[in-house]
T-cell receptor, first 112, second 114 residues
């Protein structure tokens, strides 16, 4: 089955700096890669996704890149703010519908 | 437009009791997924259902766990004869019946087995 590895496990930045989270996946059939933000005591919130026919996607301060050859994908957050502090999960999906495989999560802390 | 609803938010059961977790998908969504999250870990897929059908239960433990999504009413995840290792947060997600594949999660049910 699919295996998703996520790094780093914790990330601490100053407000205004950029944050980068990297993931790798194992199953070449995976073709859908959403990212989720989870705040304490809440469910994961979909923040951005990318599909295998696209190499990069941007939404305001958030961007994702995908390298299908290397099976790498990354999340970039620019101009970080304290409210960006949360746990971020990368995920991979491989069929038209169906399960997502989650990475282990990155605890992002943005210091004012 | 209400999001995915789950109840109860917190559930305490003694070993050997049954736990029933409910999930109402977003309006217009016909696909439901259940995931389990152990403390300080990522979410693990359990089961994927459409109305009256189990599509993929590859992540469900073979014993004590069952799920349904009836024609009317919420999806139910049932855990019989709970053990302490079942203590976790259980999340439900739903997605629309189109090709977007976007899954939207509920707030979760935190199960504690004493």
């Amino acid at each position: 089955g699919e295996n998703v590895e996520q790094h780093p496990s914790t990330l601490s930045v100053q407000e205004g700096d950029s944050a980068v989270i990297k993931c790798t996946y194992s199953d070449s059939a995976s073709n859908y890669f959403p990212w989720y933000k989870q705040e304490l005591g809440k469910g994961p919130q979909l923040i951005i996704d990318i599909r295998s026919n696209v190499g990069e996607k941007k939404d305001q301060r958030i961007a994702v890149t995908l390298n299908k050859t290397a099976k790498h994908f990354s999340l970039h957050i620019t101009e970080t703010q304290p409210e960006d502090s949360a746990v971020y999960f990368c995920t991979a999906g491989g069929t038209s519908y169906g399960k997502l495989t989650f990475g282990q999560g990155t605890i992002l802390t943005v210091h004012p | 437009n209400a999001g995915v609803m789950q109840n109860p938010r917190h559930l305490v059961r003694r070993r050997g009791q049954e736990a029933r977790l409910r999930c109402s998908p977003m309006k217009g969504h016909s696909h439901v997924y259940w995931y389990r999250q152990l403390p300080e870990e990522g979410l693990k897929f359990m089961v994927y259902l459409q109305k009256e059908n189990i599509i993929d239960e590859s992540g469900m433990p073979k014993e004590r766990f069952s799920a349904e999504f009836p024609k009317e009413g919420p999806s139910i995840l049932r855990i019989q004869q709970v053990v302490r290792g079942d203590s976790a947060a259980y999340f439900c997600a739903s997605s629309p019946a189109d090709t977007s594949r976007e899954q939207y999660f509920g707030p979760g049910t935190r199960l504690t087995v004493t």
